[in-house]
């Protein structure tokens, strides 16, 4: 699980070598991103990676009748807009800033130089290991939606972007929430009310705050703990590799 104190920067920039970290840093423009900031737009090209710092991104796809599901979580651990590092210039998925916040941004035709067509640069394999944790955590997506209830995912959403938002309090519309979580807004409201009854969270005027993070972890379903696991076992051979 992702912890802010071992981690003030973004996994994969700081797991580079000193010396390849130094080399992309012309290229590297540290930003602040709003809530709805799009990083994908489906079928237009990708105009530039962001690597997360304390910005959390949703993935999500929407259907014709206007439905919407996330599909994946973007964070500290990764880098969003990597379809355009499996060499597709555009994508059928939609991302954006989820919660607001900090990200490192590298535009396209940078990224593709520097990175994707040199075959030396370690940030390579480090995307690589990313991608293959990304799909883990969208394969559990889709059964967690199709398995378990909605307060246990509303408790495992919650606790991961508290994760990678560093921070235990932050803004959230509840028709968004609503949306990651592929429910009506009613559903979701009853879910977030017997989180508050329990002391777990605190939900007022559009800002989220967690009480107890302990908790809330304890309430999730066991996808919580799967798909963090990934991630932890990827930061722990990155801090292996890096020694």
């Not at 700081?14 to 130094?22: F, I, K, V």
């Not at 060499?87 to 593709?112: C, E, L, M, Y």
């Not at 592929?182 to 605190?202: D, E, F, K, N």
Request: aromatic share 6%; charged share 20%; hydrophobic share 40%.
């Amino acid at each position: 699980m992702l912890d802010a104190r071992q981690r003030p920067e973004n996994l994969l920039l700081t797991s580079l070598p000193s010396a390849e970290r130094q080399r992309l840093e012309p290229f590297l423009k540290f930003v602040e991103l709003p809530t709805g900031h799009e990083i994908t737009t489906p079928g237009e090209p990708i105009q530039a990676l962001y690597f997360p710092v304390n910005a959390v991104n949703s993935s999500v796809h929407e259907m014709r009748d206007g439905s919407v599901i996330e599909t994946g979580l973007i964070g500290a651990e990764g880098v969003a807009g990597v379809q355009l590092w499996l060499r597709q210039p555009t994508t059928p998925a939609h991302n954006f800033v989820q919660i607001p916040g900090s990200a490192w941004k590298i535009t396209a035709s940078d990224f593709i130089r520097e990175v994707r067509e040199n075959s030396s640069s370690p940030l390579n394999d480090l995307i690589a290991d990313y991608v293959h944790a990304f799909l883990v955590l969208t394969s559990l997506v889709a059964a967690c939606n199709r398995l378990h209830s909605v307060e246990e995912r509303l408790c495992r959403w919650l606790s991961m972007v508290r994760n990678r938002a560093r921070r235990s309090e932050f803004s959230l519309k509840q028709e968004f929430l609503a949306e990651m979580l592929g429910v009506q807004r009613p559903t979701v409201s009853i879910a977030a009310h017997m989180l508050q009854q329990a002391g777990l969270i605190r939900y007022h005027y559009g800002k989220m705050t967690i009480l107890n993070s302990t908790g809330l972890e304890e309430g999730a379903c066991e996808c919580y703990r799967l798909m963090e696991s990934e991630f932890d076992n990827l930061s722990a051979r990155h801090s292996r590799q890096a020694a």
